[in-house]
T-cell receptor, first 116, second 114 residues
Framework: NAGVTQTPKFQVLKTGQSMTLQCAQD?????MYWYRQDPGMGLRLIYY???????DKGEVPNGYNVSRLNKREFSLRLESAAPSQTSVYFC???????????????FGPGTRLTVL | AQSVTQLGSHVSVSEGALVLLRCNYS??????LFWYVQYPNQGLQLLLK??????LVKGINGFEAEFKKSETSFHLTKPSAHMSDAAEYFC????????????FGTGTQLKVEL
């Protein structure tokens, strides 16, 4: 099992460019998440998908869009990149059983994005 | 709303010494609490979690944490630090009906010195 995979690993964009970050998991998990990690701020949730066909905003959704393509894949799109979006982006997945909220999240290796 | 506070963004210990990383939470409903570890240039992995029941939770690599409701704390400890423990540690909270979403603390960088 590869677990959670993310592409690309590194990316440099100019202000105003667009790009899509890809994420895939092979653990048959229902739920997937996108976080950004900034120094001194921990991880903050951008968007999440509780199950295939649903997406919801997290704490910091502005400037991003997501697509839950199927059960395996969850992409994050920056339509017009800004320097404030320079960050490390992590995708995660977990099982979701009823209303339980204590299932382990499995994280990908991250994408390091720089916006100039 | 839930929140997590980690006291000390950087902690330094000697190899063989006690590791104590502090985490306090704020939650209006019974929380679920987690500790994750991040090694350099990697994603996060779960160390341990508290859901219900026994308040002393044991995790991987010799770490443990105790849920203290009266102190709203979930501090992470390890009796004897090893060089391989050097990493960043994150405390996180979720709650029933929250869709398994996590709210993370700002992290504590652990340095282990010879």
């Amino acid at each position: 099992n590869a677990g959670v995979t993310q592409t690309p690993k590194f990316q440099v964009l100019k202000t105003g460019q667009s790009m899509t970050l890809q994420c895939a998991q092979d653990m048959n998990h229902n739920s997937m998440y996108w976080y950004r990690q900034d120094p001194g701020m921990g991880l903050r949730l951008i968007y999440y998908s509780a199950s295939e066909g649903t997406t919801d905003k997290g704490e910091v959704p502005n400037g991003y869009n997501v697509s839950r393509l199927n059960k395996r894949e969850f992409s994050l799109r920056l339509e017009s990149a800004a320097p404030s979006q320079t960050s490390v982006y992590f995708c995660a997945s977990s099982e979701l059983l009823g209303t339980s909220s204590y299932n382990e999240q499995f994280f990908g290796p991250g994408t390091r994005l720089t916006v100039l | 709303a839930q929140s997590v506070t980690q006291l000390g963004s950087h902690v330094s210990v000697s190899e063989g010494a006690l590791v104590l990383l502090r985490c306090n939470y704020s939650s209006s409903v019974p929380p679920y609490l987690f500790w994750y570890v991040q090694y350099p240039n990697q994603g996060l992995q779960l160390l341990l979690k508290y859901t219900t029941g026994a308040t002393l939770v044991k995790g991987i690599n010799g770490f443990e944490a105790e849920f203290k409701k009266s102190e709203t704390s979930f501090h992470l400890t390890k009796p004897s630090a090893h060089m391989s423990d050097a990493a960043e540690y994150f405390c996180a909270v979720s709650f029933t009906g929250g869709g398994n979403k996590l709210t993370f603390g700002t992290g504590t960088q652990l340095k282990v010195e010879l």
